[in-house]
């Protein structure tokens, strides 16, 4: 069906396509009458403006491309709740992307964004430095999640390797030494994470019991870390998880192999999701503040807008240890 035009809505109206274009961008100098006759007009006639055509012609598009590194990481829909609570109070729109966890996903949602002429680009947990220097050749870019350093890209993150020392000092004040770590991989944050827990346990005279198993902030990277803990001789008494997708799929490894979390092995996550204050989940983990970083985000990209040429700001938002009940005393046969 063709859609119809400004020049239908101002025949059906009585006026003319200049009053109508007055009415459709919210001009105040328009009589409450007339402004009410085009609206209806309007709303008879099915009419929706050309936001497109109205803001190539501004130079401005008003809208945010928003890249969620993995749809399923409630972690990343969490910041952009709080992305889009940022937009909506200063008027932008948000359009979203999946990046599929993977560089090629992301690289492909950020290409999308840039046919549509969006104003910037919020990239949620990216894996790829190269495309977020690229893409910011093109269009304001806001990474969450990673601390990048680049000229052009400016930064919203929690600071990782504070958080990975927070769970364990947590753990070792229990009275834990044999604590382990499940890997990030390429995941935003997941190095830092990885080195803040060599830190803390060196810093704890621990260095001996260092034990690293390779993970990829999934569920399933989780359970095949777990597996790797288990066959671990002697096996950590603690683990601490990079994030808390793959802190659940250690427990459930854990749990499937007949251990029991706290009592046989306790467990700390990273990102304090929703799921995580759950009863029968109850984990102990390092919270990230995703209000302070979706609204650092849209700060940082407004600005970057304004001032192209300044140079690159990075956030960065202190973490908190929320303690449940996944952390307990090691048992007594293991101190």
Do not use: C, W
């Amino acid at each position: 069906m063709a859609q119809p035009t400004m020049k239908m809505v101002a025949e059906r109206a009585g006026v003319s396509t200049a009053l109508v274009s007055l009415v459709m961008r919210g001009a105040p100098n328009v009589s409450d009458h007339r402004r009410a006759r085009v609206l209806a007009a309007a709303d008879e006639l099915g009419y929706r403006p050309n936001v497109l055509a109205r803001n190539l012609a501004s130079r401005r598009t008003n809208t945010i491309g928003v890249v969620l590194n993995d749809f399923h990481n409630p972690f990343f829909a969490e910041v952009a709740d709080n992305i889009q609570a940022a937009a909506d109070r200063i008027g932008y729109r948000l359009l979203y992307g999946n990046g599929k966890h993977s560089v090629d996903g992301e690289a492909e949602a950020v290409e999308t964004f840039l046919q549509f002429r969006v104003d910037g680009i919020i990239l949620v947990g990216s894996m790829d430095a190269a495309s977020m220097e690229q893409a910011a050749k093109s269009a304001a870019v806001v990474v969450v999640g990673r601390s990048e350093h680049g000229q052009r890209v400016d930064t919203a993150n929690t600071d990782d390797r504070v958080g990975a020392n927070l769970a364990i000092d947590h753990l070792v004040a229990l009275g834990h030494r044999r604590i382990a770590h499940v890997d990030g991989g390429d995941g935003a944050g997941a190095s830092d994470r990885a080195g803040g827990y060599r830190d803390a346990m060196h810093r704890h005279g621990l260095g001996g019991h260092i034990l690293i198993a390779a993970g990829d902030y999934t569920e399933e990277g989780g359970q095949a870390a777990a597996v790797q803990l288990l066959a671990a001789s002697p096996r950590p008494t603690a683990v601490f998880a990079s994030n808390d997708l793959s802190a659940i799929g250690t427990l459930d490894a854990f749990t499937t192999a007949g251990l029991r979390v706290p009592d046989d092995v306790s467990l700390v996550g990273f990102d304090n999701t929703a799921m995580t204050a759950m009863s029968y989940v109850s984990l102990t983990t390092v919270n990230q503040p995703t209000d302070e970083l979706g609204q650092a985000a849209v700060d940082l990209l407004i600005r970057r807008l304004d001032a192209e040429t300044a140079p690159a700001e990075h956030f960065v938002g202190s973490p908190i240890l929320v303690v449940r009940t996944s952390t307990a005393p090691p048992p007594a046969e293991a101190t």
